[in-house]
């Protein structure tokens, strides 16, 4: 048994102290730890993107970060972003866009999109698609989500 | 699906990292970006008692341009940066090219260029770019620092030169002169795959050479070709140089040197593909990376 390690991590802004072990994925940190499902855990070796959240400010996929890695860092998840009576406006768009359907990847992509929307133009749909090329959704072939990030694309470059 | 428990280090200078390295007699193993290294770990294809975090080690993530028209890229420059670099751009425009096919954002976020380098996958961009570019690959050890040619530097797949108390520092790449001219043509089944195979290439003509210096021109459609430099990613067991598809180049032009980077490959067959297809697409590749750099290539 390896020594557990003391971590405080600001996650949606609040800061949250554990004892964890070295090997505790950042995704079950958030999970288990801190009750936090909306971080969906899928493929669990960074294939799928569902496990997607921001690490000051840049995505990155929590089951390839430790949560020792997450020490003094600002961790932003998918329940950042709106509640069910206030949708923020990327979670918006994927609901005019009917962008989900089991809504299992949705996080990820959420999440994703969100780094994309503040990294890229995303000029072009084809942009978009590549932005999104490592989140995988097995049920909705993908248009509606590329409809829905085009939207608050648009949205963004209208302001 | 859960690593294996492991003691965990953090180390905040070049120095730490390789003393706990050292200390550990061989079993450590350095924690960089770790979107190649996690994996594993999950699915306890490696394993190791210690890791050794450098991401809190500061300066290492700097690209700065040297005296021969250069860069000297630290080893925790992420995947982001090396993509987004107007330096990169401007000095290595093939290597803005390749970054382009590197994985996908919440990846490039935390992949390092060390990283790539030490993990030594055949078939990833960044090896390739190393090998085309002559990169000298700067190190940290217990013995003291190397520089070593990315030509010496691979040596198997996933394997490198690297002792185990020894951590990649910096990549430092040659300048090119201004009139280089290059291509970068890959095939992955999906974006941000690794590649099924990759072609990079680049040329110098009408007399001057890929670093700058003067050379004899020979002709060919009108251009003289003086220097190329092909690499060959996913077809081999490291990233190669082509010398008889350089040589059939300058002799005897594209197809020739198309006809001859089939004969340089020595692909293997995997789910992705079989060799036969992969030494196909050799060939195709070649054709298109050559062209693009012909196109490219000025006085």
Known sequence: MTAKISITVSVNGENHTAEVEPRLLLADFLRE?????????GCEHGICGACTVLMNGDSVRSCLTFAVQADGAKIETVESLGDIDALGP??????????????????????????????????????????????????TGYQNIVAAVRSAADKRDAK | MKPAPFEYIRAFT???????????DGEAKVLAGGQSLVPMLNFR??????????????????IE????????????????????????????????????????????????????LSHADPAAELPTMAVLLNAKIVTAGAAGGREIAAADFFIAPLTTTLEPDE?????????????????????????????????????????????????????MDG???????????????????????????????????????????????????????RRHLAEVLTRRALTAAMERAAR
Request: aromatic share 4%; with cysteine; hydrophobic share 40%.
């Open chain 1, 33 to 41: 730890n801190l009750d936090l499902t909306g971080t969906h855990v």
């Open chain 1, 90 to 139: 990327l979670q918006e768009a994927f609901r005019e866009n009917h962008a989900l359907q089991c809504g299992f990847c949705t996080p990820g992509m959420l999440m994703t999109a969100t780094d994309m929307l503040r990294k890229y133009k995303l000029e072009t749909d084809d942009d978009i698609r590549d932005g999104l090329s490592g989140n995988i959704c097995r049920c």
């Open chain 2, 14 to 24: 070049i120095d730490e990292a390789v003393a706990a390295l050292a200390a550990s």
């Open chain 2, 45 to 62: 294809v490696v394993d190791a008692p210690i890791f050794v975090d450098i991401n809190g080690i500061q300066g290492l993530d700097r």
């Open chain 2, 65 to 116: 341009e040297t005296t021969d028209g250069g860069l000297r890229i630290g080893a925790l420059t992420r995947h982001f940066a090396l993509e987004t670099s107007e330096l990169v751009k401007d000095r290595f425009p093939v290597l803005h090219e390749a970054m382009k096919h590197v994985a996908h954002l919440a990846i490039r976020n935390r992949g390092t260029i060390g990283g790539s």
């Open chain 2, 167 to 219: 951590i990649v520092v910096a990549v430092e790449l040659p300048g090119l002169s201004s009139g280089t001219g290059w291509g970068f043509e890959e095939f992955a089944q999906r974006r941000g795959d690794f590649a099924v195979a990759g072609v990079a290439a680049i040329v110098s003509i009408d007399g001057q050479s890929i670093d700058g210096q003067s050379m004899d021109g020979q002709s």
């Open chain 2, 223 to 277: 251009q003289s070709v003086t220097e190329a430099r092909i690499a060959l990613m996913g077809l081999h067991d490291t990233p190669v140089r082509a010398r008889a598809a350089e040589a059939a180049l300058l002799d005897d032009g594209i197809d020739a040197a198309a006809a001859a980077a089939r004969q340089d490959a020595e692909p293997m067959n995997d789910l992705h593909g079989s060799a036969d297809y």
